[in-house]
């Protein structure tokens, strides 16, 4: 049966340090890659080892991981290949198109090795001083204002009545409009937390109360940036 190797990659250019070298070990032994951005992957390759011959691959784009997709990784599976799935930043499978192959991958019960990397959200929860011991990640909010302001509103209540951290993310160029709604919507005693640029050189994670950033409005535009939320036990 095929082993499916989950290669995390680095969340930026500079931070290859981040990789342990038995990542790159396990992607050696593999046939095929899935990876979300072929670009990215083959840049990532690269420069975490030169010695790699990046054309020695069979490459699929999982793109959102269509019916065409999904038939290719299971023809693979069933020649019993050596595939890596690798992500466009962070670890596959984790807010990722990825999840769709592995849960394939599960259902044909193939060996799936998790491998340890980056994860943006861990990190910024890590990092925020907010609860750790229940969190949420939401994923994208609506992009309509009214439907954003009444998501946000059920995100800050349902962490007040269940003391938990709400983790989101947004498209990098809508990054001010999100923080936009959250200081025009929430409570001011609610922290806000804004992790930036996690494991660059210009890495920031900074948590306030909603009163403070009011007084500071980030500049985000286009900057890779997870948010979080907690209103729980204040």
């Known amino acids: 049966m095929a082993d499916i190797y989950l290669v995390p990659c680095v ?33 990532f390759l690269k420069m975490m080892d030169k010695s790699i011959v990046i054309d020695s691959f069979e490459w699929f784009a999982i793109h959102k991981a269509e019916d065409e997709e999904i038939k290719n990784f299971t023809q693979k599976i069933k020649e019993e290949k050596t595939i890596a799935i690798i992500s466009e930043a962070g670890c596959p499978g984790v807010a990722d198109p990825g999840q769709i192959l592995i849960a394939a991958a599960q259902k044909l019960k193939c060996v799936i090795k998790p491998l340890v990397g980056p994860n943006s959200i861990l990190l910024a929860l890590m990092a925020s001083g907010m609860n750790g011991q229940q969190f949420d990640f939401v994923g994208y909010l609506p992009i309509d204002n009214n439907e954003r302001t009444k998501r946000i509103k059920e995100l ?56 403070e950033w009011k007084k500071i409005k980030p500049e985000l535009h286009k900057l890779p940036t997870i948010f979080l939320m907690y209103s729980g036990f204040l």
């Open 11 to 43: 969340l930026a250019d500079d931070a290859s340090q981040t990789i342990p070298s038995y990542v790159i070990d396990a992607v050696k032994k593999c046939d095929v890659i899935f990876a979300e951005s072929e670009r990215t992957a083959r840049r």
């Open 156 to 211: 800050e209540i349902s962490s007040q009545k269940n003391n938990s951290t709400k983790i989101f993310i947004e498209t990098p160029y809508r990054n001010n409009q999100l923080v936009e709604s959250i200081l025009k919507t929430c409570d001011n005693k609610t922290l806000f937390c804004v992790a930036v640029n996690l494991t660059g050189v210009n890495e920031s994670v900074k948590t306030m109360p909603v009163s």
